[in-house]
């Protein structure tokens, strides 16, 4: 190899090693950005591994967790008795993912969860428990709101009308609070009947929310309990203690987060002030959403 050869291949090997070495650099500066400055405020969201979260209530069904909330998944039924995930501030700011709008069989559903054909032509709609709302702020999280066991069958006026509204206000409380738990599912006792080619879905006389701000500052919790028709009445006639969700329930809410105390307290009482709905949304829900 001549001298001419060697000094070529030198200058090769040392534009190889500037190159990496600006790799090198570029990676550990953006590292280090996001460790500085990036998710300070963040929760995480995962539930990959959420037997160990102690927010999620009890189940007497099969519990799942998915990337961005956890359900129990009653077969007997082929819904969820309950969906579980965090709301924060942070969610509700970021720019909305497109909505995915295609319902699909849930994967870890051992038994199988219901399928799209069980709600064609039954008279109800595909209710989410868990909105896609809610889980607009990722894409992951958007697509997992479509499983078929975060459905419940729901009247199109009751879905578009009071339940609608319920999810929107939701998100202006966890906006107004910073960060909230929250717990939604069917009252499966005194169903109104069954519906399903493949699978009986149990359609329920009524549906609950439970919501618990816990931000570092005054906790706050609240329930609601909404009978599964159409609504002309303010959602602040549906609110009631969490205790009283509980007992139409049977599943026991918040008790491994709050010690008995605070649970006995927070779980008893409503702070009326706190949990105020908005008047336009309410006339906008009695005048459109409910013929929608």
């Known amino acids: 190899m001549t001298k001419k050869d060697t000094r070529f291949y030198s200058r090769i090997i040392s534009y190889l090693i500037m190159i990496v070495m600006l790799a090198v650099i570029s990676y550990y500066t953006k590292l280090k950005q996001t460790e500085s400055t990036g998710d300070k405020t963040a929760v995480d969201h995962s539930h990959k591994d959420c037997a160990t979260l102690n927010y999620l209530p009890d189940y007497t069904g099969e519990f799942l967790c998915h990337e961005n909330y956890a ?9 969820a008795e309950w969906v579980a995930y965090i709301l924060t501030k942070e ?80 998100r202006d409380w966890a906006f107004k609070s910073g960060e909230m738990y929250v717990v939604s599912g069917p009252i499966l006792t005194h169903p109104i009947r069954t519906i399903g080619r493949h699978n009986k879905v149990t359609v329920p006389s009524a549906f609950y929310k439970v919501l618990l701000v816990n931000n ?26 969490i205790d009283q969700v509980e007992e139409a329930t049977t599943i026991n809410f918040f008790h491994k987060l709050l010690n008995e105390s605070d649970e006995s307290k927070l779980e008893s009482q409503v702070d009326t002030s706190f949990w105020k709905s908005d008047d336009k949304r309410f006339q906008l829900r009695v005048t459109k959403w409910n013929y929608e």
């Open 91 to 170: 969610d509700i700011r970021k720019t909305n993912v497109s909505r995915y709008n295609e319902f699909m069989t849930d994967p870890k559903v051992s038994t199988r969860s219901a399928v799209h054909s069980d709600y064609t032509n039954s008279g109800y709609t595909r209710g989410h428990l868990a909105p896609a709302g809610d889980m607009a702020f990722d894409e992951v999280a958007m697509k997992e709101s479509f499983y078929m066991s975060n459905m419940s069958p729901q009247l199109r006026q009751f879905n578009n009308g009071v339940w609608r509204e319920l999810e929107e206000t939701v």
């Open 216 to 241: 570092g500052k005054k906790r706050r919790g609240v329930g609601f309990i909404i009978p599964h028709a159409i609504s002309e009445d303010r959602l602040e006639k549906y609110m009631v203690s």
């Open 71 to 79: 359900l129990s998944y009653r077969e007997d039924h082929e819904q």
